[in-house]
């Protein structure tokens, strides 16, 4: 079945950066798109940012757009999220997720997640 | 592009049924069938229960469905359970360089 497994969390202070990796198995990684979403504690869900299937396209939310960057290798089947200037703000659970459609389609139904990981802003 | 909106929390008794509403707005919620609520157990990882509008994905109950109407979407749970106990989410998609957005997500809880 579908795993998602991310890794790379942490505590880092503000201004720093980190890098978070989502490893993929049970499914032909290289022909879905790939999601971040995050959730601060105690909060809702807030959607971050999206991969196409072969990295051509990238889409970000504002409040992380010139700081975050995804990217994937599809022959590792890991999908990342490089985090720079981290602020206090950006503390959350990090989960990625696979979009249902395949191929170039991004559907935005996000139907397999991982367990997520803790990222920590604090001084 | 603002979060979608949605009922802080809403509550039923067993066997009632429930909706949810999440309004956005002609741009993202009006404009496109591009729906979808998940439901977020205690404690556990978000689930998929409703896609592009109305459609279930196999193994969800169909005690839920979902529906829209102008800038509206809602999901209903019919036949409410101590189990349907959690917070769900609805997302749209907008037609901008920020594609997806999320409702601020709603608590259901049973009486």
């Known amino acids: 079945q579908v795993q998602l497994v991310e890794s790379g969390g942490g505590v880092v202070q503000p201004g720093g950066s980190l890098r978070l990796s989502c490893a993929a198995s049970?499914?032909?990684?290289?022909?879905?798109?790939m999601h971040w979403v995050r959730q601060a504690p105690g909060k809702g869900l807030e959607w971050m940012t999206f991969?196409?299937?072969?990295?051509?396209?990238?889409y970000y939310v504002d409040s992380v757009k010139g700081r975050f960057t995804i990217s994937r290798d599809n022959s590792r089947s890991t999908l990342y999220l490089e985090m720079n200037r981290l602020r206090v703000e950006d503390t959350a659970v990090y989960y990625c997720a696979k979009d249902r459609a395949p191929g170039y389609s991004s559907s935005g139904n996000l139907d397999d997640w991982g367990q997520g990981t803790l990222v920590t802003v604090s001084s | 592009q603002s979060a979608l909106t949605q009922p802080a929390s809403v509550s039923g008794s067993p066997g009632q049924s429930i909706t949810i509403s999440c309004t956005g707005t002609s741009n993202d919620v009006g404009a496109h069938n591009y729906v979808s609520w998940y439901q977020q157990l205690p404690g556990k990882v978000p689930k998929l229960i409703i896609s592009d509008v109305f459609h279930r994905p196999s193994g969800v109950s169909n005690r839920f469905s979902g529906s829209k109407s102008g800038n509206t979407a809602s999901l209903t749970i019919s036949g409410l359970q101590a189990e349907d106990e959690a917070d769900y989410y609805c997302t749209s998609y907008t037609g901008t360089d920020t594609p997806w957005v999320f409702g601020g997500g709603t608590k259901v809880t049973v009486l």
């Open positions: 991969i196409r299937y072969d990295g051509t396209d990238k």
């Open positions: 049970g499914f032909s990684f290289s022909n879905y798109g």
